[in-house]
């Protein structure tokens, strides 16, 4: 079986300095055997974490949409942020991805089916996120899985780590898996694990955030 965090943040995203040599040392440490690197609007940190990984890893990227926060997952190129919610999902299947909703309802956050993300676009997505460690209160993850039933939307779960201590604070144990289609699957006889991450896990990565922002450095960005 596969203990999957299936939403992790490494250095190519603009709020955190985790590298993927971090990132695979934590997992290795709790367990974690199968990750999701999300980055925000970029996809060198799973290919990366590709390289060095003796476990599976999938390319993932949350990308900013007009309408909330879109995660397209089995990607093998950058999809652009500022783009509609429609025009990020035909990209993401125009690779052959999957599309993936996260944090859906959280109200502290950018997330998409609190922002106008059009709901007649359910019947193009696969996956919902029905836990997410950074949660806000657990009513929005109910909600989650009334959209997931009502839609028939895959379920899963991750930390949303941004730090190395947050990993592993929520996963989907799955089967072992090898291809997209076989991942489906999986993920389809998953049982959802976790709990909430501090409050304070957010200060490092808003510190981050506004560092990069005065000094104009990130990761794979000149």
């Known amino acids: 079986m596969l203990k999957a965090d299936l939403h992790v943040h490494s250095e190519y995203s603009v709020d955190t300095s985790m590298s993927v040599k ?16 999300a980055d925000h609007d970029e996809v060198q940190g799973g290919l990366e974490m590709q390289k060095i990984a003796p476990f599976p890893v999938i390319v993932a990227e949350e990308i900013m949409t007009t309408n909330g926060e879109i995660m397209g997952m089995f990607l093998s190129e950058r999809i652009p942020g500022g783009i509609s919610a429609e025009e990020a999902i035909r990209r993401i299947k125009e690779q052959g991805g999957l599309v993936c909703i996260p944090h859906p309802y959280d109200r502290a956050r950018y997330a998409a089916l609190e922002k106008g993300f059009p ?5 193009q997505v696969d996956i919902i996120e029905i836990f997410n460690a950074r949660a806000t209160p657990l009513a929005d993850w109910d909600k989650a899985k009334q959209t997931a039933e009502e839609f028939g939307l895959l379920r899963s779960a991750g930390s949303d ?12 144990e799955m089967p072992e898996w090898t291809t997209k289609e076989e991942f489906r699957a999986a993920l ?19 510190v981050t955030r506004m560092r990069r922002r005065i000094t104009g ?3 794979g960005k000149k």
């Open 22 to 37: 971090k990132i695979l040392d934590r997992c290795l440490k709790v367990g974690i055997n199968c990750v999701a690197i």
């Open 119 to 123: 709901r007649e676009l359910l019947t």
């Open 161 to 172: 780590a941004h730090t190395p201590g947050e990993i592993g604070n929520a996963y989907v």
């Open 188 to 206: 389809a006889q998953g049982e959802v694990y976790g709990h909430r991450s501090s409050m304070l896990v957010h200060v490092p990565s808003t």
């Open 217 to 219: 450095k990130r990761k």
